[in-house]
Structures are given as structure tokens and as C-alpha cells.
């Protein structure tokens, strides 16, 4: 099933990189350059996800939010405020995502994949990777066939990297990704983790760091 997916951004510029972006990866995308039309496209047709600028002509995102949210369609703001009260309103509002620009494309396709597995459910029971196998209905890992114990935060790290493999993500994005856009702790608690996922799994040849940007997780 290809999934319907509704690009509200003003500059055209951008809206058409996300578009193209998107649309190699099978989604179409219908691009509203404003408020109002936005809410014109939402009544013409389904969609199983919108990303949405905040400062839009018309009808801002904030606003125009609660009309998608309606519907029961998963928002992800992607925008140039970047303060962090700007963020804590959009998700406090019930934005799945928040995305400030300037963005990666990568991280953006990662972004909306996550997004849409969580609406729509897309979840695999089991992953192997190497001898380790992640059961993920009872959030269990096993190397070798033997459980291995991991903390919450490891285990929802692992999950995510694996989910989203071969993708390389910042330290930053992944502390926002798993421990939330209200964290305040250093970009060092990532490497702690993964350095202890490494150990614990024996995933170094799976896990790998990306100079000067973060890890990426190689299935």
C-alpha cells in the first residue's frame, strides 16, 4: 500500500525537495502551499500522515493541527522555530514529531517511516541481527539464545536503530527520538549507551559511529 502524505510548506523550494524526497520512496504527496488549502486538501482526500509548517499563510500549523488530529491523522511539524518552547507546544498540542529546518532528507524519510509505523501499527514480531534476536511484543533480547538483560532506555535505543537501519542519526536527534524533546542531559548519555549495547550484544560490527555525526545501526 503506498501511503498518502500531505506536505503543507510555503517555500516551494522546500516542499518540492520533501516531495521528491518522499515520493522516490514510494509515498505520494500532495503539497499545500497554505493554511487554508491545506484544510481544502484535507476535506478532498485521506491521508495517513501530514508534515506541517507552523508559520504558514492563512492558517498557521498550531491551528491547523487540530483539524488533522480530528481525522486521526499523525502530524509532524517540520519548521523553522527551533526554541524549545515552540517544541514542547507542538507535542504537548499532539504532534507525533517535531523537525527544525534546516533538516537531513534521511533523517526526515526516518522521521515519517517512524511516524507511520506507530499509527498504523507496522511492527515485526522478532529482528535478528547477528546472534542477537529482538522479540518485540515482550521487549526481550536474546544473544545466542540467551536473555540479556538491558535497561528501558537500551532496549528503546536498540528498538529504534533497528528500525530505522542503515541510516546514520546525531547524537541529538536520537536523544530526541528516545528520551524526548524535554531531556536536558548531554549528548554523552548516547555514547554511554552505545557503548553499552556494543558490549552487552556484541554489536560493534552492527553499530557504527559516523565522524562527526553520530551512529548507524548496519543490518
Known amino acids: 500500500m503506498a501511503y498518502s502524505i500531505l506536505i503543507a ?66 502530524v509532524i511539524f517540520v519548521t523553522a522555530k527551533t526554541s524549545v518552547m515552540d517544541k514542547v507546544q507542538g507535542l504537548r498540542l499532539g504532534a507525533e514529531d517535531y523537525i527544525t529546518k534546516p533538516f537531513d532528507l534521511l533523517e526526515l524519510l526516518a522521521r515519517v517511516e517512524v511516524a507511520l509505523r506507530r499509527s498504523h501499527q507496522i511492527v515485526l514480531e522478532t529482528l535478528t541481527v547477528g546472534d542477537v534476536t529482538v522479540d518485540y511484543h515482550s521487549r526481550k533480547v536474546y544473544k545466542n539464545k540467551q536473555l540479556v538483560t538491558l535497561t528501558p532506555k537500551e532496549y528503546e535505543l536498540l ?61
Open 9 to 74: 510548506e510555503d517555500d516551494p523550494s522546500i516542499s518540492e525537495l520533501i516531495k521528491m524526497t518522499l515520493g522516490a520512496s514510494g509515498y505520494v504527496c500532495k503539497v499545500s502551499s497554505d493554511g487554508n488549502t491545506a484544510l481544502n486538501d484535507l476535506e478532498e482526500k485521506e491521508y495517513h500522515l501530514a508534515l506541517l509548517d507552523i508559520m504558514l499563510p492563512g492558517v498557521d500549523g498550531f491551528t491547523l493541527l487540530e483539524s488533522f488530529k480530528k481525522k486521526n491523522i499523525p
Open 159 to 219: 528498538e529504534f536503530l533497528l528500525h530505522n537501519p542503515n541510516i546514520a542519526f546525531s547524537r541529538e536527534s536520537l536523544l530526541n527520538q528516545v528520551w524526548g524533546y524535554d531531556f536536558y542531559g548531554s549528548t554523552r548519555t548516547i555514547d554511554t549507551h552505545i557503548l553499552n549495547l556494543r558490549t552487552k550484544l556484541g554489536l560493534s560490527d552492527h553499530i557504527h559511529t559516523v565522524h562527526k555525526i553520530g551512529y548507524r545501526m548496519e543490518l
